[in-house]
């Protein structure tokens, strides 16, 4: 069987119907139609269900800080750990500072942030998981509030004898961090803002004025409140790292690493390169020194500004800080923007847990194997107990934990 050409009367040949013929290796089988036919019934793209998924590449707000090879279980646990509690540290506070210390459930979903949940859920979903903290109950007008138990109250006044009696470490605290700071000035909406980083009770802009030999209070040239220094005291410009240094020589060496860069051809051996390194690394620089008359990127610089965050770690309850504690001081300590990478280079000191948008940096020798803090300050003490109250049901008390 032939194929013909379809010829129009008076017209060129529009349509060709595979000839086959012109090539005589062809098959008819393998015939190309070429025609002004649609051909979209035909399959042209792969079917969804058969393309192969793209792995979806990590975000710094997901990607973790550490490879799988280098986690430290005991200090990720504590990062996770803050996270399932943040409804409860976030609410304690706020409700500390509210009249009666109560609020209206209807105002808790505006205050997602204050409160410490996430945005669309509803505040009675955390408030029922602490039923040792927090109770709700209807008002006179008729709305459902929120506040502390009964049992929470007593806790809250164990907690502010707490800070009272550790007043004067608190105020040595931040005589240490004014003179850590560039011009001996820290603006008070800082200190206030971290003041559970370090134990400072919320009353501390009014305690302030008890020692004017300490402090002042000076206004800026934008308006805002600055505490300033008044009396440096060189007892306390002695770092925590020069206390150690007085005791275990060798460790401090051993603290830091600043690689000397040289070329590969030296040749040398193992025990050249540490005493070589070792030159490089001391002395180091007191975080109590002056440090904007260091060259930005020189490496006395770097050095201090490794000795003021060591240093900052040392002032903290816990011995360990968010990148959101750090960024707060980033101006007063003559930070850089490449902080993250310079605590990384020294993991003999410092632990980034979470994620690289969110990562918080721990003091290594401030915690033993197990992950717990080697010294306990009272502060550190009464959380622990009120997080192992804040797990325990409202039958629980008094077979499992006792009530004091």
Same mark, same amino acid.
């Not at 042209?44 to 979806?56: D, F, H, N």
């Given at each position: 069987?032939?194929?013909?050409?379809?010829?129009?009367?008076?017209?060129?040949?529009?349509?060709?119907?595979?000839?086959?013929?012109?090539?005589?290796?062809?098959?008819?089988?393998?015939?190309? $139609? #070429?025609?002004?036919?649609?051909?979209?019934?035909?399959?042209? *793209?792969?079917?969804?269900?058969?393309?192969?998924?793209?792995?979806?590449?990590?975000?710094?707000? #997901?990607?973790?800080?550490?490879?799988?090879?280098?986690?430290?279980?005991?200090?990720?646990?504590?990062?996770?750990?803050?996270?399932?509690?943040?409804?409860?540290?976030?609410?304690?506070?706020?409700?500390?500072?509210?009249?009666? @210390?109560?609020?209206? +459930?209807?105002?808790?979903?505006?205050?997602?942030?204050?409160?410490?949940?996430?945005?669309?859920?509803?505040?009675?979903?955390?408030?029922?998981? @602490?039923?040792?903290?927090?109770?709700?109950?209807? @008002?006179?007008?008729? *709305?459902?509030?929120?506040?502390?138990?009964?049992? =929470?109250?007593?806790?809250?006044?164990?907690?502010?004898? !707490?800070?009272?009696?550790?007043?004067?470490?608190?105020?040595?605290?931040?005589?240490?961090? +004014?003179?850590?700071?560039?011009?001996?000035? !820290?603006?008070?909406?800082?200190?206030?803002?971290?003041?559970?980083?370090?134990?400072?009770?919320?009353?501390?802009?009014?305690?302030?004025? *008890?020692?004017?030999?300490?402090?002042?209070?000076?206004?800026?040239?934008?308006?805002?409140? =600055?505490?300033? $220094?008044?009396?440096?005291?060189?007892?306390?410009?002695?770092?925590?790292?020069?206390?150690?240094?007085?005791?275990?020589?060798?460790?401090?060496?051993? #603290?830091?690493?600043?690689?000397?860069?040289?070329?590969?051809?030296?040749?040398?051996?193992?025990?050249?390169?540490?005493?070589?390194?070792?030159?490089?690394? +001391?002395?180091?620089?007191?975080?109590?020194?002056?440090?904007?008359?260091?060259?930005?990127?020189?490496?006395?610089?770097?050095?201090?500004?490794?000795?003021?965050?060591?240093?900052?770690?040392?002032? #903290?309850?816990?011995?360990?800080?968010? !990148?959101? @504690? !750090?960024?707060?001081? *980033?101006?007063?300590?003559?930070?850089?923007?490449?902080?993250?990478?310079?605590?990384?280079?020294?993991?003999?000191?410092?632990?980034?847990?979470?994620?690289?948008?969110?990562?918080?940096?721990?003091?290594?020798?401030?915690?033993?194997?197990?992950?717990?803090?080697?010294?306990?300050?009272?502060?550190? +003490?009464?959380?622990?107990?009120?997080?192992?109250?804040?797990?325990?049901?409202?039958?629980?008390?008094?077979?499992?934990?006792?009530?004091?």
């Amino acid at each position: 069987m032939a194929w013909r050409l379809l010829l129009c009367k008076d017209a060129q040949p529009t349509t060709l119907i595979s000839p086959f013929f012109q090539n005589p290796n062809s098959s008819p089988f393998s015939l190309v $139609l #070429t025609s002004q036919f649609s051909t979209s019934f035909l399959i042209t *793209k792969t079917p969804k269900k058969y393309k192969k998924k793209r792995k979806k590449s990590e975000s710094p707000r #997901t990607k973790p800080v550490q490879h799988a090879s280098t986690r430290n279980p005991c200090f990720e646990f504590i990062v996770e750990r803050d996270a399932c509690f943040r409804f409860l540290t976030k609410s304690k506070q706020f409700l500390s500072q509210q009249p009666e @210390h109560v609020l209206r +459930l209807d105002d808790a979903g505006k205050l997602y942030r204050e409160l410490g949940f996430p945005r669309g859920r509803k505040a009675t979903r955390f408030v029922h998981r @602490h039923p040792l903290i927090f109770q709700t109950y209807r @008002h006179t007008d008729n *709305k459902m509030w929120f506040g502390f138990t009964g049992f =929470m109250e007593d806790l809250l006044e164990e907690e502010k004898s !707490i800070m009272d009696s550790m007043e004067s470490d608190r105020i040595n605290k931040v005589r240490k961090l +004014l003179m850590m700071s560039k011009n001996n000035q !820290i603006p008070l909406s800082k200190i206030h803002h971290c003041r559970l980083l370090f134990g400072i009770p919320d009353d501390f802009r009014d305690r302030v004025v *008890k020692y004017p030999d300490y402090f002042r209070i000076v206004v800026a040239d934008d308006g805002k409140r =600055m505490l300033e $220094l008044v009396d440096w005291d060189p007892k306390l410009a002695i770092s925590e790292l020069e206390k150690e240094f007085m005791v275990d020589e060798d460790k401090v060496k051993n #603290t830091f690493k600043f690689p000397v860069k040289h070329a590969k051809d030296l040749d040398l051996d193992e025990e050249d390169t540490r005493k070589m390194n070792l030159l490089n690394t +001391l002395p180091l620089v007191s975080p109590y020194s002056d440090g904007k008359r260091l060259e930005l990127w020189s490496l006395e610089a770097e050095k201090y500004r490794i000795g003021v965050l060591h240093e900052f770690l040392s002032l #903290t309850l816990e011995k360990r800080a968010s !990148i959101h @504690h !750090i960024v707060e001081f *980033k101006e007063e300590f003559c930070l850089t923007r490449h902080t993250y990478d310079m605590l990384k280079r020294q993991p003999r000191t410092f632990y980034l847990a979470g994620t690289e948008m969110n990562w918080v940096v721990f003091l290594k020798d401030a915690y033993d194997e197990s992950g717990s803090l080697v010294n306990k300050d009272p502060q550190v +003490l009464f959380n622990e107990k009120l997080y192992k109250y804040a797990q325990t049901k409202d039958g629980e008390l008094d077979s499992s934990l006792g009530r004091n």
